[in-house]
């Protein structure tokens, strides 16, 4: 069965301050790794598709990785606007293969 | 207007009431799901259909029922609701020719009392 998971649940950063989300994953042959954003009462918003172990794909302050057994979303010198429910999502081949496997999401709070 | 337009945003029923949520699409795709979304239980799959004629169950499709009315409607029904199944429901589309996935909905809230 395939698995996401995420960490830490929820974290808290002063303005300025860079850290890391962390999305581990277990799936039999990748197809691909997703992140969204998600603010509160609206649907996920689409950052970042990666493929293969090595990949690195960036947005303004927002920078994914994937390795084969996890993907990190790096933020650098975040804003209080970063604030926001960050999902990571796995597809795999087989039966429903364009199906999304969800990780339960990482709560981000910049403090100003 | 939105690329996924879900109706109604905010909807109170009465438990065994029967329910339906409605999702339309303008972006051309064939491939629609619904999901829901529980505090700390993350998007789950309730049904998925790849085209007007394939409906598929997902992860938590017992209580629910879909019709794909059309490539761009796909309507989620609750037969008979409880109070569990008060939650967040969304509605996707993708296409996998392209690179971003789903391309969510605003959402539905739902409570079942």
């Known amino acids: 069965e395939d698995q996401v998971t995420q960490s830490p649940e929820a974290l808290r950063l002063q303005e300025g301050e860079s850290s890391s989300l962390n999305c581990s994953y277990t799936?039999?042959?990748?197809?691909?790794l997703f992140w969204y954003r998600q603010d509160p009462g609206k649907g996920p918003e689409f950052l970042f598709t990666?493929?293969?172990a090595g990949e690195e794909k960036e947005k303004e302050r927002l920078k994914a990785t994937l390795t084969k057994k996890e993907s990190f979303l790096h933020i650098t010198a975040p804003k209080p606007e970063d604030s926001a429910t960050y999902l990571c999502a796995v597809q795999a081949p087989g039966a429903g293969s364009y199906q999304l496997t969800f990780g339960k999401g990482t709560k981000l709070s910049v403090i100003p | 207007d939105a690329d996924v337009t879900q109706t109604p945003r905010n909807r109170i029923t009465k438990t065994g009431k029967r329910i339906m949520l409605e999702c339309s699409q303008t972006?051309?795709?064939?491939?629609m799901y619904w999901y829901r979304q529980d505090p700390g239980l993350g998007l789950r799959l309730i049904y998925y259909s790849f085209d007007v004629k394939d409906i598929n169950k997902g992860e938590i499709s017992d209580g629910y029922s879909v019709s794909r009315q059309a490539q761009a409607k796909f309507s989620l029904s609750l037969e008979s609701a409880i109070p569990n199944q008060t939650a967040l429901y969304f509605c996707a589309t993708s296409d996998p020719g392209t690179e971003g996935g789903y391309t969510f909905g605003s959402g539905t809230r739902l409570t079942v009392v």
């Open positions: 990666l493929y293969s």
């Open positions: 799936v039999s042959g990748l197809r691909g």
């Open positions: 972006k051309g795709h064939d491939r």
